[in-house]
């Protein structure tokens, strides 16, 4: 069978064509509001919340402009600044309102220089779809084909392991020991135990040498008289 591509040349048709199929998109999407005005130029086209509470603005064109990106980005700040009074008025939608808005475009075709905005943009997750409107036979439907989709969870790093405390240089050695003893085979002779070191005895005292006091030699000086006698002597060899 032929298929046919229907023209859409109405805004507000496409948003009701996108709005009964929304499933198509993203399972889960409700829709709070349609044609939400944010100013005298812009306004949001759906304003829906996802299965995790997080509120999501749905942007359709029926063909690229660039001012499209400009204008999500407006539509963000508004829905952002009013996401507390949503919750109250939506208590059943559970509207999470630490998450900021997310923005889902949809356009016939996308540019190289959008692509590539979208990609740069920090802090508000935009995500890129383009758009068909097909009849085949007495069927028509919306063909929705992914561009560009910013990465909705961040990849989980694997958790640390908590590091074994190292065992003992000891310890290990005993647990070795054990283990080569288990392996020998019963023929084999066993380890002698190892000696026990003595513990060595202090070394004695050595004996202080005993001072032996030498006593003096006095000097024994001959008599007066003998040495009168040796020198008379003397006087008569030299006469």
Same mark, same amino acid.
């Given at each position: 069978?032929?298929?046919?591509?229907?023209?859409?040349?109405?805004?507000?048709?496409?948003?009701?064509?996108?709005?009964?199929?929304?499933?198509?998109?993203?399972?889960?999407?409700?829709?709070?509001?349609?044609?939400?005005?944010?100013?005298?130029?812009?306004?949001?086209?759906?304003?829906?919340?996802?299965?995790?509470?997080?509120?999501?603005?749905?942007?359709?064109?029926?063909?690229?402009?660039?001012?499209?990106?400009?204008?999500?980005?407006?539509?963000?700040?508004?829905?952002?600044?009013?996401?507390?009074?949503?919750?109250?008025?939506?208590?059943?939608?559970?509207?999470?309102?630490?998450?900021?808005?997310?923005?889902?475009?949809?356009?016939?075709?996308?540019?190289?220089?959008?692509?590539?905005?979208?990609?740069?943009?920090?802090?508000?997750?935009?995500?890129?779809?383009?758009?068909?409107?097909?009849?085949?036979?007495?069927?028509?439907?919306?063909?929705?084909?992914?561009?560009?989709?910013?990465?909705?969870?961040?990849?989980?790093?694997?958790?640390? &392991? !908590? @590091?074994?405390?190292? +065992?003992?240089?000891? $310890?290990? *050695?005993? =647990?070795? #020991?054990? /283990?080569?003893? %288990?392996?020998?085979?019963?023929?084999?002779? &066993? !380890? @002698?135990?190892?000696? +026990?070191?003595?513990? $060595?005895? *202090?070394? =004695?005292? #050595?004996? /202080?040498?005993? %001072?032996?006091?030498?006593?003096?030699?006095?000097?024994?000086?001959?008599?007066? +008289?003998?040495?009168? $006698?040796?020198?008379?002597?003397?006087?008569? /060899?030299?006469?």
């Amino acid at each position: 069978m032929p298929v046919e591509h229907i023209a859409i040349e109405d805004p507000k048709e496409l948003v009701n064509i996108v709005s009964k199929e929304l499933n198509e998109i993203e399972k889960g999407l409700k829709i709070i509001g349609n044609e939400i005005p944010v100013d005298e130029k812009t306004k949001i086209g759906m304003l829906c919340h996802d299965e995790n509470g997080q509120l999501v603005i749905v942007q359709t064109a029926i063909k690229e402009d660039k001012n499209m990106i400009f204008e999500a980005l407006k539509c963000v700040d508004y829905v952002d600044k009013f996401k507390t009074m949503l919750a109250v008025t939506y208590p059943k939608s559970k509207i999470d309102t630490a998450k900021t808005p997310r923005v889902i475009l949809l356009a016939p075709e996308y540019s190289e220089e959008v692509i590539n905005i979208v990609k740069r943009i920090k802090g508000v997750q935009i995500n890129l779809y383009t758009w068909e409107y097909l009849k085949i036979g007495d069927y028509k439907g919306l063909h929705i084909e992914p561009i560009f989709i910013y990465p909705l969870k961040k990849e989980e790093k694997p958790e640390k &392991k !908590p @590091k074994k405390e190292e +065992e003992k240089p000891a $310890k290990k *050695k005993e =647990e070795k #020991e054990k /283990k080569e003893e %288990k392996s020998a085979p019963e023929t084999a002779p &066993k !380890p @002698k135990p190892k000696p +026990e070191t003595e513990p $060595k005895p *202090k070394p =004695e005292p #050595e004996p /202080k040498p005993i %001072k032996t006091e030498v006593p003096k030699t006095e000097q024994v000086f001959p008599p007066p +008289e003998e040495k009168k $006698k040796k020198e008379q002597k003397r006087r008569l /060899k030299l006469f």
